[in-house]
C-alpha cells in the first residue's frame, strides 16, 4: 500500500497498556527520539510498542516518509497513521533533534552549527559535535561529524588535538542532516531563511561530505547505516554520488566501504613520502603511502566520471615544493583522480603556516599540467573557525572540568547545573 494513502484503522491492533516503567519515562521526560532511525531500529521501536508484525514494514515507511521527507516534528500530523497509534507513538516517543547551541553565519554564507547530542547516561551532559553549511549558487554542501574528537593525531587539524569522547550512533549521525534542514528550511513548504545565501536548488542540503569530526572509517557501522538512511530513496533520498567520504587511510575499511557504502572517497594524503607523511598523518606509520594507493586503485566502480579525489593540504616549507608536486603527480598515475589542494587553515596554537600564494600557484601548475583541472579549494567559513580541520568542541574540556569537580568533592550533577560550557 502507498504510505500517502489512508492506514486501515488499528481495529485489531492489542490496546498497549502503559507500564509504570513507561509512566515513569514519560514524566521525566527521556522518551527516545525516533529521528535519524534505520528502518530495522525503527521497526524494533514499533514492535516493542506492540505494533503487530503485519503492520510493521508499512508503519515504518509511514513514519520514514514523515521524519525523512516532510520533516515533521509531531505524531499528531501524520494524519495517515491512525489517531491510536499517533497517541502510543507521542506517549512512548518522540520527534526530538539534537541540539543545536548556537550557530555562526560566516560572511560568505557558510554556516556552523554547534550541536549537542542527547545525554547517554545520567552523568552525560551531551556530547556537543559541529556541522558545517557550505552554500554555493547551484548546490548546498554539508559537512558532517562522525565521531566526538579523533583517535587520530594529524598534526596540522585542530580535532586532532582533542581526545576521542566517543563515536556517533548512526541515528546521531543522519540527525546532523535533519537539523541542518530544519535550520534552512528545507522542507516541502518550508521557509527559507533570508540572513545568509542559500542555492537556489531544489533542495538546500544537496550534497553530504563526511569532513567534519572524526575519521568515518573507525567509526564504519555507524557511517555505513547512517548513509542508509540518506540514500534510501524513501529516506533522505540523495544520490550516493553526492556523498563523499573522507579518510585519513584507513585501508582495510577502504575496502569495505567500496563494497558496503559506496559513496564518493577522498584521502587525505598530504605528502608523496613515507617519512614525511608518517609526521603529518601518524596512521600512515600502519598503513604506508604504497599501500594506501593500492586499496584505492581496487576501490570498486572508478572511472573517469567517478574519481577518488586527493586532499592535500598546502604547508609553507613542509610538502610544497615543486619536487612535491611531481611526485604526487607520478604516485597519482593510473588512478582515476581528481586533486583537492587545501590552503592550510590555521588555528590556535598550531604550528604550521599556509604555504604564499605564489607556491600554491606554482604546485597547482604542475598539476594542472598533468591533467588536473582547478585543483585549488577556496577555504569557506575561515572568519568562523568553520574551514576543514577547525572544528573542535569543547566536549572534552567539560569533561575534564566535570573530573576535576568530582575529585574536588562536588557531584557531577552539580557541574551540569551549574550550566557548564561558558569555559
Ligand atoms: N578524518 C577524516 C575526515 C575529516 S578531516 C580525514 O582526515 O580525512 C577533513 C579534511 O580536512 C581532511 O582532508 C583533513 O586532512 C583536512 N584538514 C584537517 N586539518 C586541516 C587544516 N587545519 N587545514 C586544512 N585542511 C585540514
Ligand atoms: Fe582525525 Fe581527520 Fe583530523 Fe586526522 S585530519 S586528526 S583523521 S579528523
Redesign the pocket.
Known amino acids: 500500500m502507498s504510505i500517502a494513502e489512508s492506514a486501515p484503522a488499528r481495529a485489531d491492533a492489542p490496546f498497549v497498556e502503559k507500564t509504570p516503567e513507561m509512566i515513569a519515562a514519560t514524566l521525566r521526560g527521556d522518551q527516545p527520539s525516533l529521528v535519524g532511525l534505520t528502518r530495522s531500529q525503527l521497526k524494533d521501536a514499533l514492535a516493542s510498542i506492540g505494533v503487530p508484525e503485519r503492520e510493521l514494514k508499512m508503519r515504518v515507511s509511514q513514519l520514514w516518509h514523515w521524519i525523512y521527507h516532510r520533516g515533521a516534528r509531531d505524531f499528531a500530523d501524520m494524519l495517515n497513521v491512525s489517531k491510536h497509534l499517533r497517541a502510543d507513538l507521542a506517549t512512548r516517543f518522540t520527534l526530538n533533534r539534537p541540539e543545536v547551541v548556537s550557530e555562526q553565519i560566516s560572511v560568505d554564507g557558510t554556516r556552523k552549527w554547534l550541536i549537542r547530542m542527547q545525554p547517554v547516561g545520567p552523568h552525560d551532559k551531551g556530547a556537543e559535535i559541529e556541522a558545517v553549511y557550505i552554500p554555493e549558487s547551484d548546490r548546498g554542501t554539508l559537512c558532517v561529524s562522525s565521531q566526538v574528537g ?1 583517535t ?1 593525531t ?1 598534526s ?4 586532532g588535538t582533542q581526545r576521542l569522547v566517543r563515536n556517533l550512533t548512526a541515528a546521531e549521525i543522519a540527525a546532523q542532516i535533519v537539523v541542518a534542514r530544519d535550520r534552512l528550511g528545507d522542507w516541502p513548504g518550508a521557509a527559507r531563511p533570508t540572513d545568509g545565501l542559500v542555492p537556489d536548488a531544489d533542495r538546500a542540503v544537496s550534497n553530504i561530505v ?7 572509517l573507525y567509526n564504519f557501522e555507524n557511517v555505513r547505516d547512517a548513509m542508509e538512511v540518506v540514500t534510501n530513496g524513501e529516506g533522505l533520498s540523495l544520490s550516493r554520488r553526492r556523498i563523499t567520504l ?3 587511510g584507513v585501508v582495510p575499511n577502504i575496502v569495505r566501504a567500496g563494497e558496503e557504502i559506496n559513496s564518493m572517497l ?1 584521502i ?1 594524503l ?1 605528502a608523496v613520502r613515507d617519512d614525511l607523511r608518517n609526521t603529518l598523518v601518524p596512521l600512515n606509520k600502519k598503513y604506508p603511502i604504497k599501500e594506501l594507493l593500492e586499496a584505492c586503485r581496487n576501490y570498486p566502480g572508478l572511472s573517469n566520471a567517478r574519481r577518488i579525489t586527493f ?1 592535500y ?1 598546502m604547508l609553507k616549507g613542509v610538502n610544497d615544493s615543486d619536487a612535491d608536486a611531481r611526485e604526487l603527480v607520478r604516485l597519482l598515475k593510473g588512478i582515476p583522480a581528481k586533486i583537492n589542494l ?6 590556535p596554537g ?1 604550528k604550521y603556516e599556509c604555504s604564499d600564494w605564489d607556491r600554491i600557484e606554482a604546485f597547482s601548475e604542475i598539476v594542472f599540467r598533468a591533467g588536473y583541472a582547478s585543483p585549488v579549494r577556496t577555504p569557506r567559513g575561515r572568519d568562523i573557525l568553520a ?4 572544528l573542535k568542541s569543547e566536549t572534552e574540556k567539560l569533561r575534564a572540568r566535570a573530573r576535576l569537580m568530582l575529585e574536588t568533592g562536588i557531584g557531577a550533577e552539580g557541574v551540569y547545573a551549574a550550566g557548564a560550557g561558558e569555559e
Not at 156 to 159: E, G, P, V
Open positions: 579523533c587520530l594529524c596540522f587539524c585542530h580535532t563526511l569532513m567534519g569530526m572524526g575519521e568515518p573522507s579518510t585519513s577522498a587525505s598530504h586532499e593540504v587545501i590552503p592550510f587553515n590555521p588555528w598550531t574551514a576543514c580541520g577547525q
